[in-house]
C-alpha cells in the first residue's frame, strides 16, 4: 500500500477526474487490444511485469526461506508468546516487501514519466497533423490563393479590351467601365488595380484603343466602392454620366459631326466617397 500511495507522488502528484470512472467501449474493441498486447508499448509492459515479478518473488522466496524456522518455532510456543512472534514476522515480511515495492516504483517511476512526456508530445504533433489535414496546410493554401488571384487577374485583364472607358488616378488608381446603352442598366466596373495593376490595364486600353480619362477623385471613388462586374453606386451615376458624354462627343468630333467638346474637369463626387483618400 505504501508503493501505491508514494507512485503517484514520483510521476507529479494526484489526479482525480471522473473521466476514469466512465465506461470506454473502445476498450472492448479486440483490434485494438491486439495491438495494446503485442505491440511495442505491450512488450515493454510484459517485460517491466516479468523483471518486477521475479524481483518482489525473488525477495519474498528469499525471506520466507530465511524465516522457515522461525515459523516451524511458533507452533512449539506458547499462544501467547507464538501471537506475538507471528506478529512480528508479519510486520518483518510485510515491511521488506513493501521496501521492494518502493524500489520497484522508484525504478519504474522515471520510465512513466518520459513515457508521459513523450506521449504528450506525440498528441502535439497529432494536433498540428489534424489541424492540417482539416484546416489544409498554410503553405499550400497561400500558393492556392496566389494561382486563384492570378487567375482572377488574367479573366480580369481579359475584361479590359471590352470597356468603353477607363478612368485614372493617373499614375496609382485605374478603374474600366463598360456601358451598354438601352439596357436600362448602370455602367459596370469590369476591371480595377492600383500601381502595377494600373499600369497594366491601362497599356491594355492603349493597345485595344479603349479610351482613357483622367480624373482622380472619381477614379479612386470607383475603385473603393465598386466590385468587380458589379454596377457603379448610384452616387456616382452623374459624373460617370459626364465622363461618357465625353467621350461620345469626341468621338462625333472626331468624325466631323460636331465641334471640339469641352472636357469636364470638376466632376460631382460625393465627399464621403473621398473618405479612403
Given amino acids: ?45 510484459l517485460i517491466k511485469a516479468l523483471l518486477k515479478f521475479v ?40 515491511v521488506t516487501l513493501s521496501c521492494t515495492l518502493i524500489i520497484v516504483v522508484g525504478i519504474d517511476a522515471p520510465y512513466q514519466k518520459w513515457n508521459h512526456q513523450r506521449k504528450l508530445k506525440m498528441t502535439k504533433q497529432e494536433v498540428k497533423d489534424e489541424n492540417k489535414e482539416s484546416n489544409g496546410n498554410p503553405e499550400l493554401k497561400q500558393r492556392i490563393r496566389r494561382v486563384q488571384t492570378e487567375m482572377s487577374n488574367r479573366r480580369m485583364m481579359q475584361e479590359v479590351p471590352t470597356a468603353d472607358v477607363v478612368i485614372v488616378n493617373p499614375t496609382h488608381f485605374s478603374v474600366a467601365l463598360r456601358y451598354e446603352s438601352g439596357t436600362g442598366g448602370a455602367p459596370v466596373l469590369v476591371a480595377k488595380g492600383v500601381d502595377h495593376m494600373a499600369l497594366k490595364i491601362r497599356e491594355i486600353a492603349n493597345l485595344h484603343k479603349v479610351p482613357i480619362f483622367e480624373a482622380a477623385p472619381l477614379a ?19 459624373a460617370v454620366a459626364q465622363v461618357l458624354a465625353y467621350l461620345y462627343q469626341l468621338k462625333q468630333h472626331a468624325e466631323g459631326n460636331q465641334p471640339t467638346p469641352e472636357k469636364p474637369t470638376e466632376l460631382p463626387v460625393p465627399s464621403e466617397f473621398l473618405e479612403n483618400d
Fill in 1 to 45: 500500500m505504501v508503493a501505491v500511495f508514494i507512485g503517484p507522488l514520483l510521476m507529479g502528484g494526484w489526479a482525480f477526474s471522473g473521466k476514469a470512472l466512465a465506461p470506454k467501449f473502445s476498450k472492448l474493441n479486440p483490434a485494438k487490444g491486439f495491438k495494446r498486447m503485442f505491440g511495442l508499448q505491450g512488450l515493454v509492459e
Fill in 55 to 94: 524481483l518482489i518473488g525473488g525477495t519474498a522466496y528469499l525471506l520466507l526461506s530465511s524465516l522457515a524456522d522461525e515459523y516451524l518455532m511458533i507452533g512449539q510456543m506458547p499462544l501467547a508468546a507464538g501471537i506475538e512472534e507471528g506478529m512480528y514476522l508479519l510486520a518483518l515480511v510485510f
Fill in 220 to 238: 479612386r471613388a470607383l475603385y473603393h466602392h465598386t466590385e468587380l462586374n458589379e454596377e457603379i453606386p448610384e452616387e456616382l451615376y452623374l
